[in-house]
């Protein structure tokens, strides 16, 4: 049997969140490579270990911001993931005949090419292919590296047939999909990311595509905007298989709140099988769609925690980015949260066109009233988002600046330094909140 490692390179950034590095695109191609008689092994590097490194070049900017070191800006960046050679060590370990990388995020880019430049050398004769969303973006920024065989964009799902010419050696270049996946087409894929004394985390995706227009959303790039869901006769059977035990399953970056039943029958099943799993949204769920007596359901079947997400608190930027708010609902639900002392933690963005400090400030001061601890996101472009359909620009600056923990000014209405004050006022307040 013809073998392919799927590797996810190792990153660096400020910081990494373990319990949702699931890789599930990844997984994705996994589970239809084996389907179709390869034999698999994942390579998640960015979970197997944290090192410090250097601050890269173009971020020198932040230094300053790192050397006052308050307490409340980060203090290294770190490399997550283990050194090029420990890794070279454990691929050539499985012998693989070919080699997928997959890059979750365009922002990582450039530890993704020195990776796949290192494996290049290492492996002369091994085809090595790239795909994920990060590829998918901007596909002609890795082609022009003539380091790939084939570049994969898209679902595998749809693309399945073309993955499988391309691995054979047949084609050769991009392949994006025709159209994308059918709802029946959706298996359910969960993995287990992180275990602690106290529990078992997993995390899942119950559907893909989303019909809103946020403009400075991605996901429209991978999966389109027709909202599909996973059948739940396959949840059911890979739940049973599983069985769980202290479990918290996480479900990312998922709008699954546009399927309400769906999702209440989805965590009935699954409570019915394990009755001690819990339940998150690491990634934020849309504040818009909760009413209380949802809210105290979802509570009822186990979700221990709500992170929502609001985009900002000033009407004109939400407009302007086709991102609808219900402040009224927002307060409602986080008293309602309050009363019944579920944690509760929402999330803004700073920096979006049109944003100032001041507008910052507006969004903070009104989440710092409310029984919620505060998520603060830099905006960052993904190429090929809503002012970002030239992607020139991206050839011309680093990838490394499109990190949200870069502080880069990408729309030029808060600077790097108010972008950072904002964020260590943010810190601020949510310790006070802690100490209270
Ligand atoms: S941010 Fe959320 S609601 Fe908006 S388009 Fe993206 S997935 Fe949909």
Redesign the pocket.
């Known amino acids: 049997m013809e073998r392919v490692a799927i590797v996810i390179p190792p990153i660096t950034d400020f910081y990494y969140t373990p319990h949702r590095g699931a890789f599930l695109g990844a997984r994705y191609v996994k589970n239809f490579l084996e389907k179709n008689g390869f034999e698999c092994k994942l390579f998640d590097f960015p979970n197997k270990k944290q090192k410090k490194t250097k601050l890269p070049e173009e971020l020198g900017y932040l230094k300053p911001y790192i050397e006052k070191n308050d307490g409340l800006f980060f203090k290294e960046y770190k490399r997550f993931g283990y050194s090029h050679e420990k890794c070279k060590k454990e691929i050539e370990d499985f012998s693989p005949d070919r080699i997928i990388l997959s890059l979750f995020a365009f922002a990582y880019a450039r530890e993704f090419l020195d990776f796949a430049w290192f494996l290049k050398k290492e492996f002369p004769e091994i085809p090595i292919f790239a795909g994920g969303s990060g590829v998918s973006c901007f596909p002609e920024y890795f082609e022009k590296t003539g380091l790939f065989n084939a570049l994969f964009c898209g679902e595998i799902e749809t693309t399945g047939k073309e993955v499988l010419k391309a691995l054979n050696g047949k084609i050769q270049g991009i392949i994006k999909p025709a159209r994308f996946t059918e709802e029946n087409e959706l298996d359910f894929i969960i993995a287990r990311t992180l275990s602690t004394k106290r529990k078992n985390h997993y995390s899942t995706l119950l559907s893909r595509g989303?019909?809103?227009?946020?403009a400075?959303?991605s996901?429209?790039i991978v999966q389109g905007r027709k909202f599909r869901t996973v059948p739940i006769e396959k949840i059911e059977t890979t739940i049973k298989q599983l069985k769980l035990k202290n479990a918290n399953i996480n479900f990312e970056?998922d709008?699954i709140l546009l399927a309400k039943e769906y999702l209440l029958e989805v965590l009935k099943m699954i409570k019915k099988t394990a009755l001690d799993t819990t339940f998150s949204f690491e990634n934020g769920i849309?504040h818009t769609f909760l009413k209380p007596d949802f809210v105290e359901q979802l509570i009822d079947l186990g979700v221990k925690q709500f992170n929502l997400?609001i985009g900002h608190i000033d009407k004109n930027i939400l407009g302007k980015n086709k991102?609808p708010v219900h402040v009224e609902r927002l307060i409602e639900t986080v008293n309602l949260l309050e009363k019944k002392e579920i944690p509760c933690i929402i999330y803004f963005i700073t920096g979006l066109k049109d944003d100032s400090f001041e507008k910052t400030m507006q969004t903070m001061k009104f989440l710092e009233k409310l029984h919620c601890l505060i998520g603060i996101s830099p905006f960052y472009p993904v190429p090929g988002i809503a002012g970002f359909e030239n992607k020139n620009i991206f050839e011309e600056k680093s990838p490394v600046l499109t990190k949200g923990s870069s502080f880069y000014p990408w729309n030029n209405s808060l600077t790097t330094k108010e972008l950072i004050e904002g964020f260590k006022i943010t810190r601020q307040i949510n310790l006070s909140k802690r100490k209270h």
């Open positions: 989303c019909p809103k227009n946020c400075f959303c996901n429209f970056d709008n849309d997400s991102r």
